[in-house]
């Protein structure tokens, strides 16, 4: 169901690469709203990912940027402003790549390299797009720029490697630029901590099918998936939302604040009764 949340407001999607990316559910959900907008990905995802149907659904065009290179944000947010016709009203960030992860390079053997790719395409990449955004003086009053994180900024999950302190600082620069864009040009910037979800990135995650069953088992709403995270996205863009800045928001089922469900605890029993977990005979 569509409310006209967005209608008339313009933003800037960064990162959707496949049907499954929750970036590519936002641009549904914001077309469906009613928001023009522009679609950026890097060069590699435009040749390998599907983001021209994308782009042909929501009548948006697609401008190629390394979210790293501030060459390129800075392309972006001028394209976007000239084929949008003004300055736009929200932004999303839905960027995330870890080469440790990938190479499975695990925490207590990082490769620095790596490391630095991983907390600047995750994380800093972020600061790179609200300091052009604010040179470029890009944002409307009362915009809002959303960002995607997990909860492993907060606490420890097996697996999830670099990419931790990577959505650490994530989070740390929302509240940090969320002070300075706000006091001086009312834009909001938050960052939406979503529950483990199957996407590209996602199933990267080491044990990604245990970790969602488990997470499943513990939220009491359950896990939300891609298209409930566009729907918070959207409100978050919206002008329903208009003093929320500096937070970082779960969008998880509760999962944030349990520690044991009772669905969760039977699994675990379950286990306990199964003479091979713990190596007894
Ligand atoms: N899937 C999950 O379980 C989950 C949970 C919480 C948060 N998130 C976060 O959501 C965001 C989107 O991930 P997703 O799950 O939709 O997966 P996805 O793989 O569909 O999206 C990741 C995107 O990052 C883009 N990207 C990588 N390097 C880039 C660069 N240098 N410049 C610009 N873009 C670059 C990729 O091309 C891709 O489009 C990420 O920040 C991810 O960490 C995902």
Known sequence: MAYNLLKGKK???????DNKSIAWKVAE?????????TLSNTMTALRFGQIDQLAEKCGAEVIPADATNVKDLENVFGRSMEILNGKVDFVLHSIGMSLNVRKKRVYNDLDYNFLNKTLDISAISFHKLLQTAYRMNAINSWGSVVALSYIAAQRTLYGYNDMADAKSLLESIARSFGYIYGREHQVRINTISQSPTLTTAGSGVKGVSGLLDFTERMSPLGNADADECANYCVVMFSDLTRKVTMQNLFHDGGFSNMGMSLKAMKMYNKSLEDPEVDGVE
């Open 11 to 17: 933003g800037i999607i960064f990162g959707a690469l």
């Open 29 to 37: 959900r914001a077309h469906e709203e009613g928001a023009e907008f």
